[in-house]
């Protein structure tokens, strides 16, 4: 198939864009590299089933140049920034307008090419949940207001913007609600409590809780991550979601923070600082839904994607030269 990832430069863009690759599709990885990086596809650029677009969703997609004459069958948007600091920084208004304008765009482009097209959403639609796990029934509780709300509100219209060009004009939809993921090709400096931990250590920094680490988070390792992606965007054309994509293993950022420090041998300690605003107290998916529609659970277990992920990002650091 011809498959459009939009965003595939970046963490989890990236590690779709390698597993649609070795399925044998032809692939078109679009990104404007303001928080992904083309060192995540580096590996894929010779290859004749991989296509690198430089582009940004914000802007119209029907003119790109090495879309003519291709008929698009499947459509990944996961552009946006989703590292804290970035939209929680300078890049907020964009991440509120990569949410609503690109909505528009690359629906419009699914409509045009008669696409099935793939949202991925996240859990920050839940908010500061009240409800514990969270179902996908859960209409949330959010701060539109807040400093992480042109994520959460971005994704939330996003979601409204899909299910409306499904309802108006035909359009083949499929929503996913992303949990907390971590694994290879995240940025050493995405602000993500796990890449923060593993190079805290590696770099024999203090590591940094914020609050009294008593906060919950479920950690899907990517592998697991995609394979769930992969199997909702070739579901049945009924189910539209949303689904809940996460492990429902739920662990206390402190117990997060003791395993990575009992897995590298590091002269860092654990410091605790303010809880940030609207930060969530408890996070983890109830993932029946996504069980029973797409046959998909995660198999990785915590353990066992710590280590994976701390090979990489000592590669990754020796690499940028922030380690020996």
């Known amino acids: 198939m011809n498959i459009l990832v939009t965003g595939g430069t970046g963490f989890i863009g990236s590690n779709l864009c390698r597993e649609l690759v070795k399925q044998g599709h032809q692939v078109f990885c679009l990104d404007n590299n303001y928080t992904g990086s ?74 045009k090419h008669d696409a099935v097209i793939l949202q991925a959403s996240t859990s920050e639609v839940y908010g500061d949940p009240l409800v514990h796990p969270q179902k996908e029934t859960y209409l949330g509780n959010v701060n539109p207001n807040g400093i992480r709300a042109c994520y959460d509100e971005g994704k939330r219209c996003a979601e409204s913007i899909f299910f409306d060009y499904s309802r108006h004009m035909g359009a083949k939809i499929k929503v996913i609600r992303i949990f907390n993921t971590y694994g290879t090709f995240m940025a050493p400096d995405d602000g993500r409590v796990v890449s923060n931990f593993i190079c805290q250590a590696l770099e024999g920094k203090d590591i940094t809780i914020y609050g009294d680490g008593s ?70 998916p109830d993932i029946a839904l996504a069980k029973e529609k797409l046959g998909w659970e995660p198999v990785i277990k915590l353990d066992e994607g710590l280590d994976k992920s701390i090979a990489y990002f000592k590669q990754k650091l020796v690499k940028l030269g922030r380690i020996k």
């Open 215 to 284: 906060q919950t988070r479920s950690f899907c390792f990517v592998d697991d991550l995609v394979r769930g992606i992969i199997a909702m965007m070739e579901s049945d054309t009924s189910f539209t979601g949303p689904v809940n994509l996460g492990n429902p293993g739920e662990f206390t950022i402190k117990e997060l923070a003791e395993k990575v420090v009992a897995k590298i041998d590091t002269p860092s300690k654990v410091v605790y600082k303010d809880l940030p605003s609207d930060d969530p107290k408890v996070r983890r």
């Open 38 to 111: 083309l060192d995540n596809v580096q590996e894929l650029m010779d290859k004749s089933e991989f296509c690198f677009i430089e582009h940004d969703i914000c802007n119209r997609l029907d003119s790109i140049e090495k879309l003519q004459g291709v008929k698009l069958d499947r459509i990944y948007n996961l552009a946006c920034p989703a590292s804290p600091p970035a939209y929680q920084g300078k890049h907020s208004l964009d991440t509120t307008k990569t949410c609503v304008y690109g909505a528009f765009n690359v629906l419009d482009l699914a409509i």
